[in-house]
């Protein structure tokens, strides 16, 4: 018994869910109907049957005075007072009775209306100058008030004659106890359906949400084959396109991220242990030999500068793609920014032998972010010299009009392989096809000019045959 107890104290109900909140919206619509139901049969049954009553007769009054001159007009009245239960007549402007009329009513007196009454009801049409009027009337000697009828048919022979109908407003009180009975099993009948049916399309609108939820719990959990199904509804495989197209997303930034750690971790070991066995071998051999000492220290420098430009191309990279940097145009003259960046490369005793080559045809002047230009223009250039080890020979070449301005960065070095020209502009491309250590570059230049370049809207590209040569180039329009 114990035990069962602590089962039942277990089961929860999820105030918060969607299932349970569909559920109460949809029994709390279906009471709100029933007590709509309940106000306008207790309350406003009586007032609604009295005004449908008086509706009824002003449109039979109305109809008949339109019907006065026509042949069959008795006979509309006969039809009316039978099938509508009214007691209509036709009174003249004494108040006589002219239709209907019995038998020895022609032989006698006809029978008149109560001239006070025959004032009130008609005699006040021509004071008003009223067509009809409708009165609720409730008489000494019957329980139950009238509805009443008074119109003007109009003027025949010299004389007025007048419409009268009388009826009966019967009480609606014992109706409305039987209703409240009938209402009251159905009302039972209806939420008890209501909380049943409910359930079942809370839960079938729900299901669609609460299987994405489950879902995006594994994603969350590093399953990353996982795969939001579509539903029902438009909105819900929206939904599923909008997390599928998310979790792919995701499983390639994990995936890249990995590769950056790997390659990173690369690049930074390898120049590390050839800095240290290089510091070990001065100290243990080449100390005393100037030669061979200044030799591994050339190593060691290089590979610190290997170090160094990787460092500074991640943070390169780093700023870029977080947008520390904003982007700032200005209008400058290109051909001026390699000239500058070619000075660079001369002061390096290890580009001393390239022959740079510089054309400029046409007008030189871009719009944008000086200092990002600069930098890609030296990463193009530095790409070509690392990768000419043979012909030195590297053309900077600039083409300009009113609506735009070319660059060219010509080598003629090793060249790019036809299937390899859609994945140099990936970060670490080579290292990350070849895990063995690059022997030039830190394989995030392109990758740079590539994020500059699309920050600004341009068009670049390259056109390289292998073993001949490539053509790196930009277009800035204006």
């Keep these: 018994m114990i035990q069962e107890i602590k089962e039942i104290k277990r089961i929860r109900i999820d105030t918060n869910s969607i299932l349970f909140k569909l559920w109460k919206y949809f029994v709390s619509f279906a009471a709100l109907i029933l007590i709509c139901l309940w106000i306008f049969q207790t309350v406003f049954l009586s007032s609604f049957y009295e005004t449908m009553k008086i509706h009824e007769v002003t449109k039979v009054g109305n109809e008949l005075r339109n019907e006065y001159d026509s042949p069959d007009f008795e006979t509309k009245i ?36 109560i001239w006070e009454n025959f004032d009130n009801f008609f005699g006040s049409l021509k004071r008003e100058n009223r067509t009809y009027k409708i009165y609720t009337v409730r008489y000494e000697n019957l329980n139950d008030p009238s509805v009443i009828y008074a119109g003007y048919l109009g003027n025949t022979n010299g004389e007025d004659y007048y419409l009268y109908i009388n009826s009966v407003l019967k009480p609606v009180d014992a109706t409305v106890d039987v209703i409240k009975r009938i209402l009251l099993i159905i009302s039972i009948i209806s939420l008890g359906l209501a909380l049943i049916v409910a359930y079942f399309v809370s839960k079938r609108l729900s299901n669609p949400l609460v299987r994405m939820s489950n879902t995006a719990k594994q994603l969350a959990q590093g399953d990353y084959n996982v795969k939001f199904k579509k539903g029902e509804y438009s909105e819900i495989d929206d939904l599923s396109n909008t997390l599928n197209y998310a979790k792919n997303e995701l499983t390639k930034t994990i995936e890249m991220r990995k590769d950056l750690i790997a390659n990173v971790s690369h690049d930074l070991k390898t120049p590390l242990t050839v800095i240290k066995s290089y510091g070990e071998m001065i100290r243990d051999i080449s100390g005393p030999n100037e030669e061979l000492r200044n030799k591994h220290l050339d ?20 700023k870029i793609e977080s947008n520390l940097e904003e982007t700032k145009k200005e209008e400058f003259d290109l051909s001026e920014v390699i000239y500058d960046v070619i000075e660079r490369f001369k002061v390096n005793k290890s580009c001393s032998e390239y022959d740079f080559e510089v054309l400029v045809n046409g007008d030189s002047n871009i719009k944008a972010d000086k200092s990002k230009i600069r930098q890609v223009v030296y990463n193009l250039i530095n790409n070509a010299v690392n990768y000419s080890p043979h012909n030195k020979k590297i053309t900077l070449k600039l083409d300009g009009d009113d609506k735009k301005t070319e660059f060219h960065c010509i ?32 394989g995030l230049g392109l990758y740079i000019v590539k994020t500059i370049l699309e920050m600004h809207g341009f068009e670049y590209g390259v056109k390289s045959k292998y073993g001949e040569g490539s053509d790196f180039y930009f277009i800035a329009t204006k």
């Design 78 to 113: 006969s039809n009316y007072a039978n099938t509508k239960g009214f007691e209509i007549k036709v009174l003249d402007e004494t108040g006589s009775w002219v239709y209907p009329l019995r038998l020895f009513d022609e032989f006698v007196e006809r029978p008149r209306m």
């Design 411 to 442: 080598d003629r070095g090793i060249g790019i392989k036809e299937e390899d020209i859609e994945g140099i502009w990936e970060r670490f491309y080579r290292v990350r096809n070849n895990h063995t250590r690059p022997e030039i570059g830190t």
């Design 299 to 318: 190593t060691i420098i290089s590979e610190t500068d290997n170090l160094t430009n990787l460092v500074n191309d991640l943070l390169d990279l780093s």
